[in-house]
């Protein structure tokens, strides 16, 4: 049978074309444009330099650091284009998180300073990225794909496209505290640094009293969270993201600093976003377990659990990153385990002998190619997939399945909004695709 190629393709045609998404998320990339922003009277944010945000506090004698990229060359940028704002010494370092993104440059902001190094004390032991999530070349932040076909990575434009992350900058804090919060005096600067579990169970915010300003560290981002991470890491605890955004809008700030992307001014602004993603995440939250509670299954849930329009039109709740999806099925795993309650899944067929059965009753592999063909054509990506995997958990190594799965995934990833599933439906597809012109140059 003839199967139709369209590797290298990054917009293929199909009937039903809707690239609305792609199109939302290439818009968002605006957030990611390097800048340097005056958050108040001496404090400056690095927007854009890396994968993350640096923020700057002027002091008598000197600069304070919070958080510091994602390597030595991104930390270098951001120092020049600090310019005479920074000022040396630098007194302080403080690690909102343990995240790469956040630690990586370390070194050329302390120079020859030797400040303190500041975090929670759960940073020393924090687990890193297990990577259950790169099967088959994988990538959530996309880092190999060509650049015709990469947007941006959810929370940052670049991760590690062109400087990757690295330890190499690293310095492990010399002072941590072990509770819910730490009140000092830096360089006499009032800082209250405050444990808000996020995206990270050591996360903490950095709170300026005196100033009004609010450094958030991962706790709040301009898209919706990423409770349930494709990429290979634990489901985050919504209550305690729900109880860290309690604590962060009972403080009135009048300026925040997320971990990445714009910042934001103004008491109202500062509470409507922070009210919104709490409010998200216990929507999320709250639907799932009452689900849970009434035996509901998680596919059931993804079915039911949506947003409320005032909810899901929010800007700060735009599924870039996390979705409401995989939050729902994160949060059914964490509380309720892996069995959904059907006891035809208790010890189910391997996806071997139920894909033989499966292709059996469809009248054998090339009726199954026909159908994966066909439903490519109507644009059905994801049963096209699903299809091409039946043979594939045959013959793995049948090039018209991998063929088939490539478009049907390069199908799916060009109309995703999520970055993260964007990313790694095309970094298989072109995985795949070099593992049969790999077999073929053999």
């Known amino acids: 049978m003839a199967i139709v190629s369209i590797f290298g393709m990054t917009a293929p045609a199909f009937a039903g074309d809707d690239f609305s998404g792609r199109?939302?998320?290439?818009?968002?990339?605006?957030?990611?444009?390097?800048?340097?922003?005056?958050?108040?009277?001496?404090?400056?944010?690095?927007?854009g330099y890396s994968a993350s945000n640096v923020t700057l506090i002027q002091v008598d004698g000197g600069s304070i650091i919070v958080d510091t990229s994602a390597n030595p060359v991104d930390a270098k940028a951001i120092v020049e284009a600090f310019?005479?704002?920074?000022a040396?010494?630098?007194?302080?370092?403080?690690?909102?998180?343990?995240?790469?993104?956040?630690?990586?440059?370390a070194t050329i902001f302390a120079a020859d300073d030797n400040p303190e190094i500041y975090s929670h004390k759960l940073l020393v032991t924090a687990s890193q990225d297990m990577g259950r999530g790169r099967r088959d070349g994988g990538d959530v932040f996309g880092t190999a794909l060509p650049d015709a076909q990469f947007i941006n990575a959810g929370t940052q434009l670049?991760?590690?496209?062109?400087?990757?992350?690295?330890?190499?900058?690293?310095?492990?804090?010399?002072?941590?505290?072990?509770?819910?919060?730490?009140?000092?005096?830096?360089?006499?600067?009032?800082?209250?640094?405050?444990?808000?579990?996020?995206?990270?169970?050591e996360n903490i915010s950095v709170w300026l009293p005196d100033?009004?300003?609010?450094?958030?560290?991962?706790?709040?981002?301009?898209?919706?969270?990423?409770?349930?991470?494709?990429?290979?890491?634990?489901?985050?605890?919504?209550?305690?993201?729900?109880?860290?955004?309690?604590?962060?809008?009972?403080?009135?700030?009048?300026?925040?600093?997320p971990g990445h992307m714009s910042t934001l001014a103004g008491v109202e602004e500062v509470k409507d976003a922070l009210t919104a993603y709490r409010d998200g995440i216990k929507f999320v939250y709250d639907k799932t377990m009452e689900g849970i509670s009434k035996g509901k299954t998680p596919d059931e849930l993804v079915q039911e659990v949506k947003l409320p329009a005032r909810l899901a039109q929010h800007p700060y709740l735009q599924e870039?990153?996390?979705?409401?999806?995989?939050?729902?099925?994160?949060?059914?795993?964490?509380?309720?385990?892996?069995?959904?309650?059907?006891?035809?899944?208790?010890?189910?067929?391997?996806?071997?002998?139920?894909?033989?059965?499966?292709?059996?009753?469809?009248?054998?592999?090339?009726?199954?190619?026909?159908?994966?063909?066909?439903?490519?054509?109507?644009?059905?990506?994801?049963?096209?997939?699903?299809?091409?995997?039946?043979?594939?958990?045959m013959q793995p190594q049948n090039s018209e399945a991998i063929n088939l799965k490539v478009q049907a995934l390069r199908g799916l990833g060009e109309r995703q909004m999520n970055a993260t599933s964007r990313n790694y439906y095309l970094t298989v597809a072109q995985s795949l695709e070099n593992r049969v012109e790999a077999s073929r140059s053999k």
Do not use: C
């Open 211 to 257: 100033r009004k300003v609010l450094i958030a560290g991962d706790v709040l981002l301009k898209a919706f969270p990423n409770i349930a991470p494709l990429r290979g890491l634990p489901t985050r605890p919504a209550d305690k993201w729900i109880a860290s955004l309690d604590k962060l809008i009972a403080l009135n700030a009048e300026y925040i600093v």
């Open 158 to 201: 670049e991760y590690g496209r062109t400087t990757p992350h690295t330890r190499e900058g690293f310095l492990a804090p010399t002072r941590t505290f072990s509770g819910e919060d730490e009140r000092l005096i830096i360089a006499g600067v009032s800082i209250e640094m405050i444990l808000i579990p996020g995206e990270a169970d």
């Open 320 to 393: 870039y990153y996390g979705t409401v999806a995989w939050a729902v099925r994160g949060i059914y795993s964490q509380n309720a385990g892996w069995f959904d309650g059907n006891p035809t899944h208790i010890f189910p067929l391997t996806d071997r002998e139920r894909a033989e059965k499966l292709v059996a009753l469809a009248g054998g592999k090339e009726k199954m190619l026909e159908g994966a063909q066909a439903s490519l054509s109507a644009g059905e990506f994801q049963w096209a997939a699903e299809q091409a995997d039946y043979i594939l958990a």
């Open 88 to 105: 040396h010494p630098v007194r302080a370092i403080i690690y909102t998180h343990n995240h790469p993104d956040h630690t990586g440059g």
């Open 83 to 86: 310019g005479d704002r920074m």
């Open 23 to 47: 199109e939302k998320l290439t818009a968002h990339s605006e957030e990611f444009h390097a800048r340097i922003v005056e958050v108040a009277e001496g404090i400056y944010t690095a927007i």
